[in-house]
């Protein structure tokens, strides 16, 4: 067979950090022994075939009710749909009801997931070569990847334990100016950041914006995890206290509905005015982006994501609140088997931060964290996760791991911290006890990225 040259292919697809994706969800293939806390794979032991075809015939008859003649609604199920999508009315009443988002429809873009509403965006944004994208870092590897594949350059920008500090982001952007390039964007999660469920509090989403405004950024903000907030503690969105038009918000099915619908959204109400003086959205003038990637998302996706909107009154937020509970009970496994593993004043060299909700917590541990350490844990102890050091974009993480518990039940998470900790405690020591730092849940919440 003749051979491919691999340095005439794109670099994207030759970079050995766009493995990251395949890395983590082949690892579950190669020790299925293992119990898990390398994916964010949701829950999926809610599922049922039958309400495929219920969602679906349930959008139907919503637009059969509002009077769409059944000539219109087949050609609609079965024919190329509109680029932007089908259920941006429906989206739009989502996110006013579970976000205090207000936007019109036209604003809505319905796309294949949040992956290509980032790729869709960032194409957008991005115009020229000197363009460069900020991001939180640790980030979401879907983010470093899709930035890769259009060759735009990504910039990380360290978070603390309360994500992003508002000033820094700032430093980096000046930073960017300086050596004569422009930042274009800004990437973050602002609720429960995977990979270290960071929330960004308050004050720091309203001088973030500000910064935003001041230093000509656009934020992309991504939210999978935003619904699955303790009663009570679900922060506003920065889309929601968004006045100046800075942001723009991706949003996903993958964890509220589910992921095989590969169904996600991009809000971008900002108008554009073309060549002949027309005004549009922003999300309207990129459709020709979304034509080209996709030409149209799934109808028969829309239809069952639209059957869920409309059954559940487009209030995703009630609707997923026994979900939120199996996710806070075992995040709540993972911090109690921990403190029990790792208990605070005793040398073990452990810290783990106490995210609020969301799929993952950070665990520092005193050896290197890495794929091969990560090998040896999967097959001599039974038990996987993730380096934390591959969603680092400026290197660092490299004693700390990513432990998703989101596809795990209490009982397996608890025998899995169990075998963690005899991986642990059989790993050898990099650095000498006397150099580590406090090691209680409550007196010292790991860094994510302050390790190495
Ligand atoms: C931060 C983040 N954004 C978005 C997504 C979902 O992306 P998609 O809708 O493409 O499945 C995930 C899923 O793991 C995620 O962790």
Redesign the pocket.
């Known amino acids: 067979m003749a051979r491919f040259g691999q340095d005439s292919l794109h670099p994207s697809i030759t970079d050995p950090d766009m493995d990251s994706m395949r890395i983590l969800s082949e690892t579950a293939l190669r020790f299925p022994d293992a119990l898990s806390f390398s994916s ?1 794979a949701p829950y999926d032991g809610n599922h049922d075939l039958a309400n495929l075809s219920f969602y679906t015939d349930r959008y139907i008859k919503h637009l059969r009710d509002k009077g769409v003649p059944d000539a219109r609604i087949t050609r609609l199920m079965f024919q190329y749909g509109p680029v932007n999508g089908l259920i941006q009315d429906e989206v739009a009443l989502m996110l006013r009801k579970d976000e205090g988002i207000d936007v019109p429809p036209e604003a809505v873009m319905i796309t294949h ?3 290509e509403a980032a790729l869709i965006a960032l194409r957008g944004l991005c115009a020229s070569p000197d363009d460069v994208l900020l991001s939180v870092s640790p980030a ?1 590897v ?1 983010i470093r990847g899709a930035a890769r594949m259009l060759d735009i350059p990504i910039r990380g920008v360290l978070e603390g334990p309360d994500g992003l500090d508002p000033e820094a982001v700032a430093e980096a952007a000046r930073a960017v100016r300086a050596e004569g390039r422009r930042p274009a964007a800004l990437y973050l ?1 602002p609720d429960f950041n ?1 990979p270290s469920g960071t929330v960004l509090p308050l004050a720091a989403r309203r001088r973030l914006l500000e910064v935003a405004e001041a230093e000509d950024l656009y934020i992309l903000e ?1 939210n ?1 995890y935003g619904l699955f907030a303790r009663d009570g503690e679900a922060m506003p969105t920065l889309k929601s206290l968004d006045t100046a038009g800075r942001v723009l918000y991706l949003g ?4 509220s509905a589910f ?1 095989g619908a ?1 169904l ?1 959204y991009l809000v971008a109400d900002q108008e554009v005015a073309d060549g002949s003086g027309t005004v549009r959205t922003l999300a309207q003038t990129l459709s020709k982006a979304k034509a080209m990637y996709s030409v149209g998302s799934s109808t028969l996706s829309q239809a069952v994501i639209g059957g869920i909107l409309v059954e559940h009154d487009h209030d995703l937020r009630s609707a997923t609140r026994e979900l939120a509970a199996v996710y806070l009970e075992r995040l709540d496994a993972a911090l109690d088997a921990l403190a029990e593993h790792f208990p605070p004043g005793a040398d073990h060299g452990v810290e783990w931060n106490t995210p609020r909700g969301g799929f993952f917590l950070a665990l520092k541990v005193p050896f290197t964290a890495d794929l091969a350490a990560m090998e040896r844990s999967a097959r001599d102890y039974g038990v996987s996760w993730a380096p934390m050091s591959m969603f680092h974009l400026e290197g660092g993480g490299r004693h700390e791991m990513r432990l998703g518990f989101s596809n795990l039940a209490p009982e397996a998470i608890r025998e899995g911290i169990a075998r963690l900790a005899r991986f642990i405690e059989d790993t050898p020591r990099e650095t000498s006890p006397g150099t580590q730092r406090p090691t209680s849940r409550e007196t010292a919440p790991a860094t994510p990225g302050a390790a190495a």
């Not at 996903?252 to 964890?255: G, Y």
Request: hydrophobic share 25%; net charge positive; glycine share 24%.
């Open positions: 964010g997931g949040f992956q979401y879907g999660v995977n991504d999978p996903s099915f993958a964890k992921p590969r996600g």
